[in-house]
């Protein structure tokens, strides 16, 4: 009976995310080609253009395309959406920021030897792991028919209907491979590492054993568009919005208008709750009872003001005795 209910629980929580996603999504979409044709009267195969300038870049070579467009691609989104969060923990400024964080003192000051070989391990899975990783998957994605050609870039609705299949695949891929990185060998030899940051940071969301970054943090986005033969551009896309969300969900601040990172931070915070990303699974599993309990999934939603949910729900004393 527990489980059925935790499957429609599971089910229930799954459709809010994916509408949810969607909803911004389309709505982003259509607001961005909006105002691109209103103001620099682009027109509507804006979209095809940038594609096809993109592969004239790269040569009209599938394979360069492929591995390094896709690199430098993931580079760019990856270091750009760091690289405010980055200032903002070594600074420490702008100041009116720091109340959003989840773990208050935390990384005040913020080790600098930590950070470095932060740094170092990101890179190094971003290009020895990475870049051989890329050739492989490039090669079962040809392999598989898919198409990086501007003139096969699908429909926007098709492409919408990939990314909400795309995410459930990761969900699943992520979800069961980050619980076996758990078992006891594993964790111990491998997952260990990505879990040295109890309270993390934007760029530690890949900072893992190399084994760890093939199998969980790799593998899971790249699924997807193996399965459905997708075409590189909606692997892109997936890709990028999957790095952002990752990036926010190991940030360590809950900004408003952004997804809640709350999940994820207590997952590192407590190790064996909140093995997924979207909670979808977790709630079948029961894997996050002990996060439901907690003042951290009192928080856990879209902050859509500017006072901090740490404000909204306070701590009380007698709560922080029992956590
Ligand atoms: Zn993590
Ligand atoms: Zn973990």
Same mark, same amino acid.
């Given at each position: 009976?527990?489980?059925?209910?935790?499957? $429609?629980?599971?089910?229930?929580?799954?459709?809010?995310?994916?509408?949810?996603?969607?909803?911004?999504?389309?709505?982003?979409?259509?607001?961005?080609?909006?105002?691109?044709?209103?103001?620099? @009267?682009?027109?509507?195969?804006?979209?095809?253009?940038?594609?096809?300038?993109?592969?004239?870049?790269?040569?009209?070579?599938? %394979?360069?395309?492929?591995?390094?467009?896709?690199?430098? /691609?993931?580079?760019?989104?990856?270091?750009?959406?760091?690289?405010?969060?980055?200032?903002?923990?070594?600074?420490?400024?702008?100041? $009116?920021?720091?109340?959003?964080?989840?773990?208050?003192?935390?990384?005040?000051?913020?080790?600098?030897?930590?950070?470095?070989?932060?740094?170092?391990?990101?890179?190094?899975?971003?290009?020895?792991?990475?870049?051989?990783?890329?050739?492989?998957?490039?090669?079962?994605?040809?392999?598989? @028919?898919?198409?990086?050609?501007?003139?096969?870039?699908?429909?926007?609705?098709?492409?919408?209907?990939?990314?909400?299949?795309?995410?459930?695949?990761?969900?699943? %891929? %992520?979800?069961?491979?980050?619980?076996?990185?758990?078992?006891?060998?594993?964790?111990?030899?491998?997952?260990?590492?990505?879990?040295?940051?109890?309270?993390?940071? @934007?760029?530690?969301?890949?900072?893992?054993?190399?084994?760890?970054?093939?199998?969980?943090?790799?593998?899971?986005?790249?699924?997807?568009?193996?399965?459905?033969?997708?075409?590189?551009?909606?692997?892109?896309?997936?890709?990028?919005?999957?790095?952002?969300?990752?990036?926010?969900?190991?940030?360590?601040?809950?900004?408003? /208008?952004?997804?809640? !990172?709350?999940?994820?931070?207590?997952?590192?915070?407590?190790?064996?709750?909140?093995?997924?990303?979207?909670? $979808?699974?977790?709630?079948?599993?029961?894997?996050?009872?002990? %996060?439901?309990?907690?003042?951290?999934?009192?928080?856990?939603?879209?902050?859509?003001?500017?006072? !901090? $949910?740490?404000?909204?729900?306070?701590?009380?004393?007698?709560?922080?005795?029992?956590?």
């Amino acid at each position: 009976m527990v489980q059925i209910l935790r499957l $429609v629980d599971s089910v229930r929580k799954c459709l809010f995310v994916i509408g949810t996603a969607l909803l911004l999504f389309v709505a982003a979409r259509n607001s961005i080609t909006w105002h691109l044709q209103r103001f620099w @009267g682009a027109s509507g195969d804006f979209w095809q253009q940038k594609w096809e300038d993109i592969y004239e870049l790269c040569g009209r070579d599938a %394979f360069f395309l492929g591995v390094f467009g896709t690199t430098v /691609f993931s580079l760019l989104v990856f270091w750009l959406s760091n690289a405010f969060l980055m200032f903002l923990d070594v600074t420490g400024k702008p100041a $009116v920021l720091l109340r959003y964080k989840i773990q208050p003192n935390k990384n005040m000051p913020l080790s600098k030897d930590q950070l470095w070989q932060a740094v170092r391990q990101v890179l190094i899975n971003q290009t020895l792991v990475g870049i051989p990783f890329t050739v492989c998957v490039y090669r079962l994605l040809m392999w598989r @028919g898919c198409s990086v050609l501007p003139q096969d870039l699908p429909t926007f609705h098709w492409a919408v209907m990939e990314l909400i299949i795309f995410t459930l695949v990761e969900e699943v %891929f %992520f979800y069961y491979s980050h619980r076996l990185m758990h078992h006891p060998c594993l964790y111990k030899h491998v997952h260990k590492m990505h879990h040295e940051w109890t309270a993390p940071i @934007g760029i530690v969301s890949i900072y893992a054993h190399p084994i760890e970054h093939c199998i969980s943090n790799l593998l899971p986005p790249a699924m997807g568009p193996l399965l459905l033969g997708s075409h590189l551009a909606t692997s892109w896309l997936f890709f990028a919005l999957a790095l952002m969300s990752t990036t926010v969900a190991h940030c360590g601040y809950h900004f408003p /208008f952004l997804p809640s !990172p709350e999940a994820h931070d207590y997952h590192h915070l407590k190790f064996n709750q909140n093995y997924g990303f979207l909670g $979808v699974l977790d709630r079948l599993h029961g894997t996050d009872n002990a %996060f439901r309990a907690s003042k951290a999934y009192e928080r856990h939603f879209l902050l859509l003001g500017l006072t !901090p $949910v740490s404000q909204q729900f306070p701590d009380t004393l007698s709560k922080k005795k029992s956590e």
